[in-house]
């Protein structure tokens, strides 16, 4: 029998660029053959004659035929990326590491943190949590951004707000003359949620510094170290735990995450590096 | 407008706090309600009031020397806001404005710190309050300060 070619990307044909801010851009892909994944779990996303690099896909984990993948311009893959049109083919191998395990969520609250680009995991869990809703208490979603301009999927906070069992809360560091909502940073909407903190589990995703100020109030309001859930995407390569480029203490960010607990994390050195 | 104890009970700033002490809080507290725009106080106002917001959204910032007003956060309903009442020299750090209408429970600073005096663990239980208010925007003001220097 041959074994399938783990090095080796499937075609997927770009149907749609969405934009979401200036430098953020959503690839709606076509697999030529069915891509599942678990939410929470990253693919290498390649450009032919260019390179690959690592992404959590944005989309819902129950869709094997089309695939999200939300594109922050930050080096060379990303920004040929961004000039790309539809219709051309790109290439997906993965999915790898461990995502959440939203399995041993039922019966709970679930509290998001997001900043930034770190909502683009996070749109995929959301909508693997819509799918297991009956058996969740509550899903609260707090976001924030630098400026309303830089916050992502806009339509998505309307939609959750209308969904039973939902709540989403964005704020931004600096307002515009028509913003509505909280200013500040993601932390400070901690102060306006219900949440019970004995029956819940925390994700935290996004840049370092906010991930780092999350996970402290996280602790200080009262959370578990093995009931946050970090989602740590840095420097993923091969994706296989083979090249080492990921390590981060004595794990491989690539296999045995993206997704840790802070438990498991806490005694890694530079985590928030 | 008068605040009762059980007003206060709802509040999750006055957890912990005996009846007694509430009806302490409540007979040096009063309601105060804001328009749109409206500003509570100013940066370097003298300060005689300590407030908690019970309805709407306030807005709290600094000043800069040519007088464009600077967004730093904005205050939720249940938040305790004006700690600088409770402390010498009892000038504000920043400004608040509401953002939306709102009401507030505002308390006499003078009168909340004799009952502090007085009482030491009407005094510890308001004092921690404080500090935890104090701390989480010193923390908050960090995070800001980290998310511009890596800009």
């Known amino acids: ?273 | 407008m008068k605040v009762t104890a059980d007003d206060l009970k709802k509040i999750r700033f006055f957890d912990n706090y005996t009846d007694k002490q509430l009806d302490t809080i409540a007979a040096i507290s009063s309601i105060k309600e804001f328009k749109v725009k409206d500003i509570l106080f100013e940066q370097y106002d003298e300060l005689v009031d300590v407030y908690v917001l019970l309805e709407g959204s306030l807005s709290l910032g600094i000043s800069l020397a040519n007088d464009k007003r600077i967004h730093l956060g904005t205050i939720e309903e249940g938040q305790f806001f004006s700690w600088s009442a409770v402390f010498k020299p009892y000038i504000s750090t920043a400004w608040v404005m509401t953002v939306t209408p709102a009401k507030v429970i505002s308390i006499d600073a003078k009168k909340l710190n004799q009952e502090i005096e007085k009482d030491c663990d009407f005094g510890f239980k308001t004092m921690s309050k404080i500090a935890q208010t104090i701390s989480q925007r010193l923390s908050d003001t960090r995070f800001q300060l980290m998310n511009q220097l890596t800009l």
């Open chain 1, 1 to 273: 029998m041959k074994s399938k070619n783990i090095y080796k990307p499937i075609k997927a044909k770009l149907t749609e660029v969405i934009d979401e801010s200036p430098p953020i851009k959503t690839f709606v892909l076509i697999p030529e053959e069915e891509f599942a994944f678990k939410t929470g779990q990253f693919i290498e996303l390649s450009v032919d004659g260019i390179g690959e690099a690592p992404f959590t896909p944005s989309s819902s984990p129950h869709v094997t035929d089309k695939l999200e993948v939300t594109v922050m311009k930050t080096g060379y893959v990303t920004e040929i990326m961004h000039k790309l049109n539809p219709g051309v083919f790109m290439g997906i191998r993965g999915p790898y590491g461990r995502g959440y395990p939203v399995e041993t969520f039922f019966g709970k609250e679930v509290l998001i943190l997001g900043g930034g680009c770190g909502l683009a995991p996070i749109r995929s869990l959301l909508y693997a949590l819509e799918h297991i809703k009956d058996h969740l208490e509550k899903v609260i979603l707090c976001y924030g951004s630098k400026t309303p301009t830089d916050c992502v999927y806009k339509p998505l906070f309307n939609r959750l707000n209308n969904t039973d069992k939902f709540e989403a809360y964005r704020t931004v560091d600096k307002p515009d003359e028509e913003w509505s909502e909280s200013v500040g940073v993601v932390t400070s909407l901690l102060n306006k949620i219900k949440v019970n903190i004995a029956n819940s589990v925390a994700v935290v995703c996004g840049p370092p510094i906010m991930m780092k100020f999350g996970t402290i109030r996280l602790l200080e309001m009262g959370y578990k170290e093995d009931l946050i859930y970090l989602s740590m995407e840095k420097n993923m390569s091969c994706g296989l735990g083979k090249c080492g480029h990921c390590m981060m203490g004595e794990y491989f960010v690539c296999k045995d995450g993206p997704v840790f607990t802070y438990n498991e994390l806490k005694n890694t050195p530079d985590i928030w590096k």
